[in-house]
């Protein structure tokens, strides 16, 4: 296992990036938001140690909330940012390839925020839907 590394996941960014329409500035945060195992990573001609997306995935979660909360969805939360349904967006979108889908999704979610911050995130949550309510 001490040489055991991923790679190739140049191409894991470029279709998340696809997914989600929003490029990282920084594409270590969009590999940190997908990893989900504790082996360095191959990117760049360099191993990285990244983080696991445990962190993210929290931070995620609580900038939907609030994003959601802001605009008064609060009966909506639980419909729409629920680990069901966002399994359900990442598997529509292909996010399904990583172990734990509602973790992805919110970790993705954190990354886009840390890297563009919080307008960026507004963009990829109207994107992908989880602003929308069949109710509101």
Known sequence: MINQAIRNVGGKISGCEAIIKYKFRN???????LNSTRLPIDYASRKCLLARNDSM???????MTAMVCRRQWTIARTDRLSNARLM??????????YRLVA?????????????????????????????KHPFL
């Open 88 to 97: 359900q967006v990442g598997r529509a979108r292909g996010l399904d390839q």
């Open 27 to 33: 594409k270590l945060l969009c590999l940190e938001a």
């Open 103 to 131: 973790d992805a999704m919110e970790a993705v979610l954190g990354a886009v925020y840390l890297d563009g911050g919080e307008k960026a995130m507004d963009g990829v949550v109207q994107h992908l839907g989880l602003d």
């Open 57 to 63: 995935a929290i931070l995620g979660d609580a900038l």
